[in-house]
């Protein structure tokens, strides 16, 4: 069945970084966008980023953009986030998402169980 | 960038009782909308995309309408299972936008 378990969530102080990372299975991962969604402590959901499925476009969140960068790595079916300068207002459960898109709309048909990153000296 | 907003942000239900949830886009965006279920310290669940189709294995209870820029969840007879919030979500031009939620708790 299909899995997505993300791994790299922690404690990080403000300006630091770090690398999250989802292992996929149970698919065939080069076949699909992928997203990184979060969610900020008791509030809604946003979304970060997504790479195409060979990794040739990326696109971000303006709250992110020039801070993180998304990758995948196809021959280890696993997807990254690099978050960089990192701020309090990015604490949040990180989530990676598989992104079929049909007839020009795309939307998250799986999710990985969420890894929280929280940001504070 | 189109901005998604929900209501009621909170809705109080009984279990049988059918609830409606209405999401509204700052402009239109035909029938590309999609509604999830999170439950506390979960994952969110795809129930609906394109507006109107129901995800395999979501109970036929559930049912998405709507087209241009309103759009409504309807549960029919809801279910002990059911009490969550839901998130309606927009796709346009690789900006993905989801609204605020609504949250269905027990009367």
């Known amino acids: 069945q299909v899995q997505l378990v993300e791994s790299g969530g922690g404690v990080v102080q403000p300006g630091r970084s770090l690398r999250l990372s989802c292992a996929v299975s149970?698919?065939?991962?080069?076949?699909?966008?992928m997203h990184w969604v979060r969610q900020a402590p008791g509030k809604g959901l946003e979304w970060v980023a997504v790479i195409w499925y060979d990794g040739s476009s990326k696109y971000y969140a303006d709250s992110v953009k020039g801070r993180f960068t998304i990758s995948r790595d196809n021959s280890k079916n696993t997807l990254f986030l690099q978050m960089n300068s990192l701020r309090a207002e990015d604490t949040a459960v990180y989530y990676c998402a598989r992104v079929p898109c049909s007839g020009g709309f795309c939307y998250f048909d799986y999710w990985g169980q969420g890894t929280l990153v929280t940001v504070s000296s | 960038d189109i901005q998604m907003t929900q209501s009621p942000s909170t809705l109080s239900a009984s279990v049988g009782d059918r609830v409606t949830i209405t999401c509204r886009a700052s402009q239109s965006i035909s029938s590309w909308l999609a509604w999830y279920q999170q439950k506390p310290g979960k994952a969110p669940k795809l129930l609906i995309y394109?507006?109107?189709s129901l995800e395999s294995g979501v109970p036929a209870r559930f049912s998405g309408s709507g087209s241009g820029t309103e759009f409504t969840l309807t549960i029919t007879s809801l279910q002990p299972d059911d009490f969550a919030t839901y998130y309606c979500?927009?796709?346009?031009?690789?900006?993905?936008?989801f609204g605020p939620g609504t949250k269905v708790d027990i009367k």
């Open positions: 979500q927009q796709y346009n031009s690789y900006s993905f936008t």
């Open positions: 149970g698919f065939t991962f080069n076949s699909y966008g």
């Open positions: 394109k507006a109107s």
